[in-house]
Each structure stands twice: as C-alpha cells, then as structure tokens.
C-alpha cells in the first residue's frame, strides 16, 4: 500500500515557526519527488515546495522563498519542510504528495497523504 502520512501542523502565532514531516512507504522513494501542498478555505489547492529525491533539487512557491525550507532524509523516506516566520497567510491544510516529476503542480500527482492542518495567528 502506497502511503504518504503528513504530519507536524499545529497552531502557532505569527513570527513562529513549525516543521512538517512526510513519511513515504509503499514505493521506491529514490525515483520521486515529495512536494508539499497547502489548500485554504475558499482557496484553489497550492504548492509550496518540492524536492527530488533522486538529486536534492528543490523548487519553492515565491510566497514561501526564504522562510520554508525542504529537506530530505533518504535513509527514512521522509521529507521535511521546516516552516519559519510563519504568517496568518499561510494558514492552510498542508498535504504531501508524490510524482516522478517535480514540481509545484498540484495535478496530475501521482500519490496524495492526508492533510495536516497548519493555523496562524495574527
């Protein structure tokens, strides 16, 4: 079974920070890219980040360059994205997802995880 179990979301203030986690099992994690994906109440589904986990390469929404950063750890089939300087913005339902392309669109992916809610507080 191909499961990807996004977690790490929580309520913090604005300023503060949080780490996502995305663990990945029931396919080769060396042949995709992990992407992360946020969906806002009334809002179209986004990506914020993605990285191949083939070359480390790694892509960011502009609205998320310089306080998200992605990371990969091979060994445990697990992404992260570290989350600082958080705004009331980004409060969204954070999902991971996987395909054999990278990038920041949201369809055509080919394995989806169930959200974790991430809130803001202004």
């Known amino acids: 079974d191909v499961q990807l179990q996004a977690s790490g979301g929580g309520l913090v203030q604005a300023g503060g920070s949080l780490r996502l986690s995305c663990a990945a099992s029931g396919f080769t994690f060396d042949d995709y890219a992990i992407g992360w994906f946020r969906q806002a109440p009334g809002k179209e589904r986004e990506g914020v980040s993605c990285?191949?986990?083939?070359?480390?390469?790694?892509y960011y929404a502009d609205s998320v360059k310089g306080r998200f950063t992605i990371s990969s750890d091979n060994a445990k089939n697990t992404v992260y994205l570290q989350m600082n300087s958080l705004k009331p913005e980004d409060t969204a339902v954070y999902y991971c997802?996987?395909?054999?392309?990278?990038?920041?669109?949201?369809?055509?992916?080919?394995?989806w995880g169930k959200g974790t809610q991430v809130t803001v507080s202004s």
């Open positions: 997802a996987a395909d054999k392309v990278p990038g920041l669109d949201y369809y055509g992916m080919d394995y």
């Open positions: 990285i191949s986990s083939s070359d480390g390469s790694t």
